[in-house]
């Protein structure tokens, strides 16, 4: 729209001086103009209206903006600029000279702007500028003193002679003045800090003048002591002589006093330059210091200092001020104490009985020593224990060292940070080391990070983990015992390599052994299981090997039937070649199952000899090789997943080729869990829709688990929405005993006890994936880790990532939202969620518990979660850069930077 200027109308004219007017003159003016479209045809309605005053056509400064709405009517409108102000002042904008008008209408500028005209009668009133009245234009009596204002006439206003008696009130000043003569003062004469009360003033004839600024002193002080005593009874000073001088000592003035009673006692002071010297003793408000030249300090009651040699302190020294460390230089502190009195140093730091706390907050009990922060050397049962470390704790005759290390038995020794010896005369070294059932950790021996060794056990390594007089040596190694909630004393397992699982979890499996990369001896008794990845053969008391077996200087093999007594049988020689078919049981294995060197496809064998009950076991030849890529479709070629995988049995897939398992679109209902049992299940690949997964949706039937990998790695799994039905102990994807699984980025898991799982040793890749509408989403337990950054877990019941028993997962980038608790992690586990987000969540967006460790710097905990960071029992979370705020009972628990909820911790 276009506009044009119909007239700019100043109806009231704002003058400023110093003088008050009668009435307030309004700051505002009277605006009128036009406004039409862009054919010049007016416009009629409401529009919102602004109005600004530059003091330049362009460009230049606003000093005033006024706002509101109008009504146009044919084009033609009027509104008052400084009723509606939003800021500046109109009187700020008229004072800058030239003025211009900016209209904006509907947010729109209409150029130009228009210069503010005023009429005439304001261009005479802008003649009154600074200074433009003059007396001449002032009437005569026009101005009365209620014009003028308090305090605006001063002296220099007042011309010489002017005021004189006749103009002045000397009743009033009569009242309020002394004359120079003939009157008197009843009251003080206030002199800058002193006063006179009845008291003479003698000069040299012609008045006390140039007096210096500056305390007076007696030049030469001699006190005798009056007769007359205060009520109080304390006997009043006067000066015999009392000559004065000022504190520069030019000018002495002598006043002879009638009446010489002080009001107070001032001795002579000290000086510093050593010209004057103190006879008497220096009070001190109840204590006195005398012979100060012979170095003999001593106080009124003579038990409150120390001389600098030969004097010996018997009761406790407390030092309560900072000590620049600077400012302490010696060639040997010794600190002694007598009886049984303990050494304190620190704030709030406290010991009993002969024991040593340095630290804040450090405690010691009989014959313990605690340093550190927090350091606690307690003795629950003995004595002579040693805590060194942040919260470090050792109990009895324990060693903790480390930050939050914990020996609590006798003779436990724990090295690390988070390190754990809670058994009698065990030994934990190595971070996060936790031997958490103290009943049965007795003597056992654990060094590595986060592993775990209980009773007479022997731990070496990342995550290993024995219980039951067994060994585990190895990352994640595990030959655990356990019955139920209690271990298994027969047990007496061994695990010996990466992931190596000879765990016992019932009476019926003891004293088995796996040695090698992720080898499993975890069923039966005396099974052995030895090479990579092997499987022990489902027969107690048996060994299975992987690959060749080479006797170096043996040229045959001999056997017994029965352990321990009868002769022994020549079995077979080093070398068995076989062509074509044979009858092996004839030929009594070496190891129950294992393959046969041959040269042809039809060798055939039973597991045991003389077996006429199972049927004969076709070896696998060089004809079941799978030599190129190979894709089998569901349903079209087979009816199931599981059909599928079930044709490879008695097939092997060379090196550097896979099989893939291809799904079509829909919805699947009734379907049962597929197991990956294939032992070359790492070169498959089972895949559906990978652009859209809930194109492709398996629906389990009750209590089923979706897909099961049990010691198996399986290459790839994406493109599926899985749907169980929230079954206790059902898992959407479950990999143990060093099993893995490995997810696409398309993935979504819906309503199972456990969205994503890994469990004993294993490990499981779901980075990008969903987990929603279950009990736990992303679960890393008993040594297993998870790898799921920029996952998302939702509307889980309790956690969206769960880690637990040793176990780690790495979230980062993450979103957890609407769970019971976002992130959990427990029994020295932990968790990477840097960058991560933990929203209204009921209880908690990050929860660390029982020694677990939570990394989540840069993460954002907002949005309705009870408690933001949690950290309970010996647990570490760190936090820094996270942004922390809106949760509901408190954002940091305990609070950031302290230390609380036994021995946590939560960092910046």
Not at 780 to 787: C, G, I, K, L
């Given at each position: 729209m276009?506009?044009r200027?119909?007239?700019?109308?100043?109806?009231l004219?704002?003058?400023f001086?110093?003088?008050?007017?009668?009435?307030?003159?309004?700051?505002?003016?009277y605006?009128e103009?036009?406004?039409s479209?862009?054919?010049?045809?007016?416009?009629?309605?409401d529009?919102?209206?602004?109005?600004?005053?530059?003091?330049?056509?362009t460009?230049?400064?606003?000093?005033?903006?006024?706002?509101?709405?109008?009504?146009?009517t044919?084009?033609?409108?009027?509104?008052?600029i400084?009723?509606?102000t939003?800021?500046?002042?109109?009187?700020?904008?008229?004072?800058?000279?030239?003025?211009?008008?900016?209209?904006?209408?509907?947010?729109?500028?209409l150029?130009?702007?228009?210069?503010?005209?005023?009429?005439?009668?304001?261009?005479?009133?802008?003649?009154?500028?600074?200074n433009a009245?003059?007396s001449?234009?002032?009437?005569?009596?026009?101005?009365?003193g209620q014009?003028?204002?308090?305090?605006?006439?001063?002296?220099s206003?007042?011309?010489?002679?002017?005021?004189?008696?006749?103009q002045?009130?000397?009743?009033a000043?009569?009242?309020?003045?002394?004359?120079?003569?003939?009157?008197?003062m009843?009251g003080?004469?206030?002199?800058g800090?002193?006063?006179?009360?009845?008291?003479?003033?003698?000069g040299?004839?012609?008045?006390?003048?140039?007096?210096?600024?500056?305390?007076y002193?007696?030049?030469?002080?001699?006190?005798?002591?009056?007769k007359a005593?205060?009520?109080?009874?304390?006997?009043?000073?006067?000066e015999?002589?009392?000559a004065?001088?000022?504190w520069?000592?030019?000018?002495?003035?002598?006043?002879?006093e009638?009446?010489?009673?002080?009001?107070?006692?001032?001795p002579?002071?000290?000086?510093?330059?050593?010209?004057?010297?103190?006879?008497?003793?220096?009070?001190?408000g109840?204590?006195?210091?005398?012979?100060?030249?012979?170095?003999?300090?001593?106080?009124?009651?003579g038990?409150?200092?120390?001389?600098?040699?030969?004097?010996?302190?018997?009761?406790p020294?407390?030092?309560?001020?900072?000590?620049?460390?600077?400012?302490?230089?010696?060639?040997?502190?010794?600190?002694?104490?007598?009886?049984?009195?303990?050494?304190i140093?620190?704030?709030?730091?406290?010991?009993?009985?002969?024991?040593?706390?340095?630290?804040?907050?450090?405690?010691?009990?009989?014959?313990?020593?605690?340093?550190g922060?927090?350091?606690?050397?307690?003795n629950?049962?003995?004595s002579?224990?040693?805590a060194?470390?942040?919260?470090?704790?050792?109990?009895?005759?324990?060693?903790?060292?480390?930050?939050?290390?914990?020996?609590?038995?006798?003779?436990?020794?724990?090295?690390g940070?988070?390190?754990?010896?809670?058994?009698?005369?065990?030994?934990?070294?190595?971070?996060?080391?936790?031997?958490?059932?103290?009943?049965?950790?007795?003597?056992?021996?654990?060094?590595?990070?986060?592993g775990?060794?209980?009773?007479?056990?022997?731990?070496?390594?990342?995550?290993?983990?024995?219980?039951?007089?067994?060994?585990?040596?190895?990352?994640?190694?595990?030959a655990?015992?356990?019955?139920?909630?209690?271990?298994?004393?027969?047990?007496?397992?061994?695990?010996?390599?990466?992931?190596?699982?000879?765990r016992?979890?019932?009476?019926?499996?003891?004293e088995?052994?796996?040695?090698?990369?992720?080898?499993?001896?975890?069923?039966?008794?005396n099974?052995?299981?030895?090479?990579?990845?092997?499987?022990?053969?489902?027969?107690?008391?048996s060994?299975?090997?992987?690959?060749?077996?080479?006797?170096d200087g043996?040229?045959?093999?001999?056997?017994?039937?029965?352990?321990?007594s009868?002769?022994?049988?020549?079995?077979?020689?080093?070398?068995?070649?076989?062509?074509?078919?044979?009858?092996v049981?004839t030929?009594?294995?070496?190891?129950t199952?294992?393959?046969?060197?041959?040269?042809?496809?039809?060798i055939?064998?039973?597991?045991?000899?003389?077996?006429?009950?199972?049927?004969?076991?076709?070896?696998l030849?060089?004809?079941?090789?799978?030599?190129s890529?190979?894709?089998?479709n569901?349903?079209?070629?087979?009816?199931?997943?599981?059909?599928?995988?079930?044709?490879l049995?008695?097939?092997?897939i060379?090196?550097?080729v896979y099989?893939?398992?291809?799904?079509?679109?829909?919805?699947?209902?009734?379907?049962?869990c597929?197991?990956i049992?294939?032992?070359?299940?790492?070169?498959?690949?089972?895949?559906?829709?990978?652009?859209?997964?809930?194109?492709?949706?398996l629906?389990?039937?009750?209590?089923?688990t979706?897909?099961?990998?049990?010691?198996r790695?399986?290459?790839f799994?994406?493109?599926?929405?899985?749907?169980?039905?929230?079954?206790?102990?059902?898992?959407g994807?479950?990999?143990?005993?060093?099993?893995?699984?490995?997810?696409?980025t398309?993935?979504?898991?819906?309503?199972?006890?456990?969205?994503?799982?890994?469990?004993?040793?294993?490990?499981?890749?779901?980075?990008?994936?969903?987990?929603?509408?279950?009990?736990?989403?992303?679960?890393a337990?008993?040594?297993?880790?998870?790898?799921?950054?920029?996952?998302?877990?939702?509307?889980?019941?309790?956690?969206?990532?769960?880690?637990?028993?040793?176990?780690?997962?790495n979230?980062?980038?993450?979103?957890?939202?609407?769970?019971l608790?976002?992130?959990?992690?427990?029994?020295?586990?932990s968790?990477s969620?840097?960058?991560a987000?933990a929203?209204?969540?009921?209880?908690?967006?990050?929860?660390?518990?029982?020694?677990?460790?939570?990394?989540?710097?840069?993460?954002?905990?907002?949005?309705?979660n009870?408690?933001?960071?949690?950290?309970?029992?010996?647990?570490?979370?760190?936090?820094?850069?996270?942004?922390?705020?809106?949760n509901?009972?408190?954002?940091?628990?305990?609070?950031?930077?302290?230390?609380?909820?036994?021995n946590s911790?939560?960092?910046?």
């Amino acid at each position: 729209m276009n506009w044009r200027n119909a007239g700019v109308v100043v109806c009231l004219v704002v003058l400023f001086s110093r003088f008050t007017a009668v009435a307030e003159i309004p700051q505002q003016f009277y605006f009128e103009d036009y406004y039409s479209d862009t054919n010049g045809v007016p416009f009629t309605g409401d529009v919102s209206l602004r109005l600004q005053l530059y003091d330049a056509a362009t460009g230049g400064s606003c000093y005033y903006e006024d706002s509101n709405t109008v009504a146009v009517t044919d084009g033609l409108y009027s509104t008052t600029i400084g009723d509606d102000t939003v800021f500046g002042s109109v009187a700020a904008a008229l004072a800058s000279g030239e003025t211009y008008v900016q209209v904006i209408i509907d947010g729109a500028e209409l150029n130009p702007r228009e210069p503010l005209v005023p009429q005439p009668y304001a261009i005479r009133a802008a003649g009154v500028s600074s200074n433009a009245i003059t007396s001449e234009m002032i009437s005569a009596n026009a101005i009365q003193g209620q014009h003028l204002e308090n305090g605006a006439v001063t002296s220099s206003k007042i011309a010489t002679g002017t005021v004189g008696t006749t103009q002045l009130d000397m009743a009033a000043l009569d009242a309020e003045y002394v004359n120079a003569s003939g009157d008197t003062m009843t009251g003080s004469l206030d002199m800058g800090g002193f006063s006179l009360a009845n008291a003479v003033i003698y000069g040299n004839g012609t008045g006390i003048t140039n007096l210096p600024n500056g305390a007076y002193t007696e030049v030469d002080p001699v006190w005798t002591a009056e007769k007359a005593s205060y009520a109080t009874g304390t006997p009043v000073y006067a000066e015999t002589d009392p000559a004065f001088g000022d504190w520069l000592r030019t000018n002495t003035y002598v006043q002879p006093e009638s009446d010489p009673i002080w009001t107070s006692a001032e001795p002579a002071y000290v000086k510093a330059d050593g010209s004057r010297s103190m006879s008497g003793n220096l009070d001190m408000g109840g204590y006195s210091i005398t012979n100060i030249a012979t170095n003999t300090l001593l106080f009124s009651d003579g038990s409150h200092a120390l001389r600098s040699s030969g004097d010996t302190m018997t009761g406790p020294l407390y030092i309560n001020t900072k000590i620049n460390p600077s400012g302490l230089y010696s060639t040997g502190i010794v600190i002694r104490t007598t009886g049984s009195g303990p050494i304190i140093i620190g704030n709030s730091a406290s010991g009993v009985s002969w024991s040593v706390s340095i630290g804040h907050e450090a405690k010691s009990v009989n014959d313990s020593v605690a340093i550190g922060h927090s350091a606690n050397a307690r003795n629950d049962a003995g004595s002579d224990g040693v805590a060194v470390g942040g919260c470090a704790n050792a109990s009895a005759t324990g060693v903790a060292i480390g930050d939050m290390a914990n020996a609590s038995s006798a003779g436990s020794v724990a090295v690390g940070y988070l390190a754990n010896a809670l058994g009698l005369n065990s030994v934990a070294i190595g971070s996060s080391y936790n031997q958490n059932y103290a009943l049965y950790s007795e003597q056992s021996v654990g060094v590595g990070s986060a592993g775990r060794a209980v009773l007479q056990s022997v731990s070496v390594g990342y995550q290993a983990r024995c219980v039951g007089r067994s060994v585990a040596i190895g990352a994640t190694a595990d030959a655990e015992c356990w019955i139920g909630g209690g271990f298994n004393p027969t047990g007496s397992c061994m695990a010996i390599g990466y992931a190596a699982n000879a765990r016992s979890l019932a009476m019926s499996t003891r004293e088995n052994i796996a040695i090698g990369y992720c080898a499993v001896a975890n069923t039966g008794i005396n099974r052995t299981a030895i090479g990579s990845k092997v499987q022990a053969a489902p027969f107690d008391q048996s060994t299975t090997l992987r690959g060749s077996l080479y006797l170096d200087g043996g040229n045959s093999i001999y056997y017994r039937p029965q352990f321990g007594s009868g002769s022994w049988e020549w079995q077979a020689t080093p070398h068995l070649i076989v062509t074509g078919e044979v009858d092996v049981t004839t030929i009594k294995p070496l190891c129950t199952g294992a393959e046969l060197v041959n040269a042809s496809s039809k060798i055939w064998w039973k597991a045991l000899s003389g077996d006429t009950t199972n049927d004969w076991v076709r070896q696998l030849s060089q004809d079941n090789v799978i030599r190129s890529d190979l894709t089998l479709n569901v349903p079209a070629e087979y009816e199931t997943i599981q059909s599928a995988l079930s044709s490879l049995s008695d097939k092997s897939i060379a090196d550097g080729v896979y099989v893939t398992v291809q799904v079509a679109d829909g919805i699947y209902t009734n379907y049962s869990c597929v197991n990956i049992t294939h032992r070359d299940s790492d070169k498959v690949m089972i895949i559906g829709n990978t652009n859209n997964c809930e194109l492709c949706v398996l629906q389990f039937a009750l209590g089923q688990t979706g897909f099961s990998v049990i010691s198996r790695r399986l290459s790839f799994i994406n493109g599926f929405k899985l749907s169980g039905t929230d079954s206790d102990r059902t898992r959407g994807l479950l990999t143990q005993y060093g099993g893995s699984i490995i997810c696409g980025t398309n993935m979504i898991i819906d309503s199972f006890d456990w969205g994503y799982a890994a469990e004993a040793n294993s490990y499981l890749v779901a980075s990008g994936c969903k987990a929603m509408n279950c009990v736990n989403g992303f679960v890393a337990n008993n040594n297993s880790s998870v790898f799921a950054k920029n996952s998302s877990s939702y509307g889980n019941t309790t956690f969206g990532y769960y880690a637990n028993f040793g176990s780690q997962i790495n979230c980062q980038g993450s979103i957890a939202s609407n769970n019971l608790t976002g992130f959990f992690a427990s029994m020295n586990s932990s968790i990477s969620a840097t960058c991560a987000v933990a929203r209204c969540n009921s209880s908690c967006g990050f929860h660390a518990r029982w020694s677990a460790t939570i990394e989540l710097n840069s993460s954002s905990v907002s949005s309705g979660n009870a408690y933001g960071i949690l950290a309970a029992y010996g647990s570490l979370v760190s936090a820094s850069s996270a942004s922390v705020s809106g949760n509901t009972s408190a954002n940091y628990f305990p609070a950031l930077g302290t230390i609380g909820n036994t021995n946590s911790l939560i960092a910046n």
